[in-house]
């Protein structure tokens, strides 16, 4: 590759990651608006954005007046009683908590740092994405997914959040649907290596958010299911595949429990805050509250009516609408985007006569079918395995439960509309070398 075309991939790479930052610093497209307390849709991230703000800045706070480790150890993230969100936020709370103990800035001017620097580390890994479908699936793929996540509100208001750390959280999918490749191409880069990249990324993910993320822990079989459908590997090698890496990441996150388990006993000399990680864990699924802290969801509540509020939550928007014709909300809910793997997976069922395209990438956009449906399965994990904090947290559990099935759904469309369109093209292109060709002269018979 020649210098001029590395330094315009260099500036486009640049400016995809600036427009991200932008976007989840400033809302630049007005998704909604999360000032208007009058509008219901945008208030529940407004809250919920409120929330953790507060808990931000009680932690900082008492930090800067009792000391680097006054809120919970190195890892941990106790409650207080007497406020609920006074509280430390985790091995990533513990690194802000440091910079701004030995920082000579207010607080606000520090919160506007680190609310930057969480913004470019999602844009970042959002633009690798991005560059890595361009490679893979064409510039219509890589373009539709760009302007499909900016008018995500899922992402546009949690994309700067201190507090949830949103980059980690899609990191395990990013990192398995980009690495995973390089196994297959029989590199350097080896299945045990692949298996310890994941694993430290689930880890760190669960010593910073203790929310037991099924879904994330399943994401990371993306990559072995598309890459050996994609290479037409046999069903027993890429079962194996995936059960490994979905079991490594299972340890990943027992182990970072686990570990913050025994910081916390360490550093309270108490067996009961040790231990509410574990009662958390059952508490927020199906189980019963006998502990001050209830996450529990009402028996007499179904999983399924929790489940049928999230698919009429949004997730893409139609830009500049909310604030210029206040009263009327046009967006795109959780149950269409549900829907719309239907058509978008029966694409690549198309006859190849009629579509040449389709069949030409055929056993690409079945594989890209399967690692969709598998992100499908891995979210609902999420909503069945869940139910107390699901009750609890719709307007955060709800960020959650999109990973890692909307980016691959928008990858699975660009490439669907990128085909459909090209197949046009050619029809269009034939038809006018059909019109454009000489009408040949009948040529009489000699009579005998």
Same mark, same amino acid.
């Given at each position: +590759?020649?210098?001029?075309?590395?330094?315009?991939?260099? &500036?486009?790479? *640049?400016?995809?990651?600036?427009?991200?930052?932008?976007?989840?610093?400033? !809302?630049?497209?007005?998704?909604?608006?999360?000032?208007?307390?009058?509008?219901?849709?945008?208030?529940?991230?407004?809250?919920?954005?409120?929330?953790?703000?507060?808990?931000?800045?009680?932690?900082?706070?008492?930090?800067?007046?009792?000391?680097?480790?006054?809120?919970?150890?190195?890892?941990?993230?106790?409650?207080?009683?007497?406020?609920?969100?006074?509280?430390?936020?985790?091995?990533?709370?513990?690194?802000?908590?440091?910079?701004?103990?030995?920082?000579? #800035?207010?607080? !606000?001017?520090?919160?506007?740092?680190?609310?930057?620097?969480?913004?470019?580390?999602?844009?970042? @890994?959002?633009?690798?994405? *991005?560059?890595?479908?361009?490679?893979?699936?064409?510039?219509?793929?890589?373009?539709?997914?760009?302007?499909?996540?900016?008018?995500?509100?899922?992402?546009?208001?949690?994309?700067?959040?201190?507090?949830?750390?949103?980059?980690?959280?899609?990191?395990?999918?990013?990192? /398995?649907?980009?690495?995973?490749?390089?196994? @297959?191409?029989?590199?350097?880069?080896?299945?045990?290596?692949?298996?310890?990249?994941?694993?430290?990324?689930?880890?760190?993910? /669960?010593?910073?958010?203790?929310?037991?993320?099924?879904?994330?822990?399943? #994401?990371?079989?993306?990559?072995?299911?598309?890459?050996?459908?994609?290479?037409?590997?046999?069903?027993?090698?890429?079962?194996?595949?995936?059960?490994?890496?979905? &079991?490594?990441?299972?340890?990943?996150?027992?182990?970072?429990?686990?570990?913050? *388990?025994?910081?916390?006993?360490?550093?309270?000399?108490?067996?009961? =805050?040790?231990?509410?990680?574990?009662?958390?864990?059952? !508490?927020?699924?199906?189980?019963?509250?006998?502990?001050?802290?209830?996450?529990?969801?009402?028996?007499?509540?179904?999983?399924?009516?929790?489940?049928?509020?999230?698919?009429?939550?949004?997730?893409?928007?139609?830009?500049?609408?909310?604030?210029?014709?206040?009263?009327?909300?046009?967006?795109?809910?959780?149950?269409?985007?549900?829907?719309?793997?239907?058509?978008? /997976? +029966?694409?690549?069922?198309?006859?190849?006569?009629?579509?040449?395209?389709?069949?030409?990438?055929?056993? =690409? +956009?079945?594989?890209?079918?399967?690692?969709?449906?598998?992100? &499908?399965?891995?979210?609902?994990?999420?909503?069945?395995?869940?139910?107390?904090?699901?009750?609890?947290?719709?307007?955060?559990?709800?960020?959650?439960?999109?990973?890692?099935? &909307?980016?691959?759904?928008?990858?699975?469309?660009?490439?669907?509309?990128?085909?459909?369109?090209?197949?046009?093209?050619?029809? +269009?292109?034939?038809?006018?070398?059909? @019109?454009?060709?000489?009408?040949?002269?009948?040529?009489?018979? =000699?009579?005998?």
């Amino acid at each position: +590759m020649n210098w001029p075309k590395r330094i315009v991939q260099a &500036l486009v790479f *640049a400016a995809i990651v600036w427009l991200f930052a932008a976007n989840f610093m400033c !809302n630049l497209f007005e998704l909604g608006d999360p000032y208007n307390p009058q509008q219901w849709r945008p208030r529940v991230f407004e809250v919920f954005q409120m929330d953790v703000q507060t808990a931000i800045n009680n932690t900082l706070i008492k930090i800067k007046k009792d000391g680097l480790h006054s809120t919970g150890g190195f890892l941990y993230g106790y409650p207080n009683p007497g406020d609920t969100y006074d509280r430390a936020f985790a091995l990533h709370g513990k690194v802000f908590s440091f910079f701004y103990y030995h920082s000579t #800035s207010d607080l !606000n001017t520090f919160l506007r740092h680190g609310y930057w620097a969480m913004s470019l580390c999602l844009a970042t @890994i959002l633009t690798i994405l *991005a560059f890595f479908v361009k490679k893979h699936f064409g510039w219509g793929a890589a373009v539709t997914l760009v302007i499909i996540l900016n008018l995500s509100d899922w992402l546009v208001f949690i994309g700067r959040n201190m507090y949830e750390v949103y980059f980690l959280r899609l990191l395990p999918f990013v990192l /398995s649907f980009i690495l995973f490749q390089f196994v @297959i191409k029989g590199t350097r880069f080896r299945f045990y290596h692949f298996l310890i990249v994941v694993g430290l990324a689930n880890l760190t993910l /669960s010593l910073c958010c203790n929310e037991f993320v099924t879904n994330i822990v399943l #994401s990371v079989g993306v990559g072995p299911i598309f890459y050996g459908i994609l290479n037409r590997q046999p069903f027993k090698r890429v079962a194996y595949w995936t059960f490994l890496s979905v &079991l490594v990441a299972m340890m990943a996150v027992a182990v970072g429990v686990v570990a913050t *388990a025994i910081q916390g006993y360490l550093f309270y000399n108490n067996s009961d =805050k040790a231990l509410i990680v574990f009662q958390a864990i059952y !508490n927020r699924s199906f189980g019963s509250s006998d502990t001050i802290h209830d996450w529990t969801a009402p028996k007499e509540i179904s999983i399924f009516q929790i489940f049928e509020q999230y698919l009429t939550l949004p997730v893409a928007s139609i830009p500049f609408y909310q604030n210029r014709f206040p009263g009327y909300h046009i967006f795109l809910t959780l149950f269409a985007f549900v829907f719309a793997l239907l058509p978008c /997976s +029966m694409v690549c069922l198309l006859d190849g006569r009629i579509f040449p395209r389709i069949e030409k990438e055929r056993q =690409k +956009m079945l594989a890209l079918t399967a690692a969709t449906l598998w992100g &499908l399965a891995a979210s609902l994990s999420w909503a069945f395995l869940m139910k107390g904090f699901m009750w609890h947290h719709i307007h955060m559990a709800a960020l959650t439960f999109y990973i890692p099935y &909307l980016p691959m759904l928008y990858i699975l469309l660009g490439k669907n509309l990128s085909l459909i369109s090209l197949q046009c093209k050619d029809w +269009m292109e034939a038809r006018q070398r059909l @019109i454009a060709a000489p009408t040949p002269t009948p040529t009489k018979q =000699k009579r005998r």
